[in-house]
C-alpha cells in the first residue's frame, strides 16, 4: 500500500513568506507526528496529533509555526514570515497506534530560506 | 522528562568489523525502543524494536536488548558491510507521553 507522502520535496522561499507544507499520511493510521532535520542534526519533535484529542504542540519552535489535521487524515505544516534558520528537512510521520508501534516516515521536505 | 543519549558519531569502520552504537535512556514507565537507520538520500525507516525488558529486535544483521536495569538498548552488527553506512537512530516511544524521543543520530561510514 502507499507509504506517507510530503509534498511539495523541495520548497525554496525568500525571508519573510510564508510557507505550507502537506502530509498524507498512511490511511488509517490516527497518529500523525511532524519533525525537523536540520543539516548533520538528529530529529526535533515539533507536533503531535492523536484521533480527535487535542495536538501536542510542545515542540513547535515559536508562533510562527502552526499544524492542523483535517479530517483525521491529512496535515499542514504552516510557517508565517520564514527566517533562515527555517532551513532544514521538515519530517512527517504517521503510526497506527500510540502503544509501542512503528513510526513510518514520509521522504521529508526540503525547506531553504533565502 | 524522556531523553534518548546516543553513542557520538562519526564511527568509520572496515568491512566485516563488529559494530555497537550505544544508547541509553530515560523515561517513566515502561517504553518501547526502537532503532531507525536513514540510508543516504532515502527517508527514515524502522530497523528493530523491543517493546518489553529482555527483548531482542533483531533485522538484517543488527541486535538490540531492552535491558532495563541499565536502561539501555545497544545496537550491534558481527559483520558490517559497506551497504550498512547511513545515520541510525535510537528512540523511544513512552505509552504515557504518546510521541516518541530520538536521539542526536549516529552516522555510520563502512570502508571496503
Known amino acids: 500500500g502507499a507509504g506517507v507522502s510530503q509534498s511539495p520535496s523541495n520548497k525554496v522561499t525568500e525571508k519573510g513568506k510564508d510557507v505550507e507544507l502537506r502530509c498524507d499520511p498512511i490511511?488509517?493510521?490516527?497518529?500523525l507526528y511532524w519533525y525537523r532535520q536540520s543539516l548533520g542534526q538528529g530529529l526535533e519533535f515539533l507536533i503531535y496529533?492523536?484521533?480527535?484529542?487535542?495536538?501536542?504542540k510542545s515542540g513547535l519552535p515559536s508562533d510562527r509555526f502552526s499544524a492542523e489535521r483535517t479530517g483525521g487524515s491529512v496535515s499542514t505544516l504552516t510557517i508565517q514570515r520564514t527566517q533562515q534558520e527555517d532551513s532544514a528537512v521538515y519530517l512527517c510521520?504517521?503510526?497506527?497506534?500510540?502503544?509501542?508501534?512503528?513510526?513510518?516516515f514520509g521522504p521529508g521536505t526540503r525547506l531553504t530560506v533565502l | 522528562g524522556n531523553s534518548v543519549t546516543q553513542m557520538e558519531g562519526p564511527v568509520t569502520l572496515s568491512e566485516e568489523a563488529f559494530l555497537t552504537i550505544n544508547c541509553t535512556y530515560t523515561?517513566?514507565?515502561?517504553?518501547?525502543l526502537f532503532w531507525y537507520v536513514q540510508y543516504p538520500g532515502e527517508g527514515l525507516q524502522l530497523l528493530l524494536k523491543a517493546t518489553k525488558a529482555d527483548d531482542k529486535g533483531s533485522n538484517k544483521g543488527f541486535e538490540a536488548t531492552y535491558r532495563k536495569e541499565t536502561t539501555s538498548f545497544h545496537l550491534e552488527k558481527g559483520s558490517v558491510q559497506v551497504s550498512d553506512s547511513a545515520v541510525y537512530f535510537c528512540a523511544l516511544l513512552n505509552t504515557n507521553a504518546g510521541k516518541s524521543t530520538f536521539g542526536d543520530g549516529t552516522t555510520l561510514t563502512v570502508k571496503p
Open positions: 523515561a517513566t514507565g515502561y517504553p518501547s
Open positions: 490511511s488509517g493510521h490516527t497518529a
Open positions: 496529533f492523536q484521533g480527535n484529542s487535542a495536538p501536542d
Open positions: 510521520a504517521s503510526s497506527s497506534t500510540i502503544v509501542g508501534n512503528e513510526q513510518f
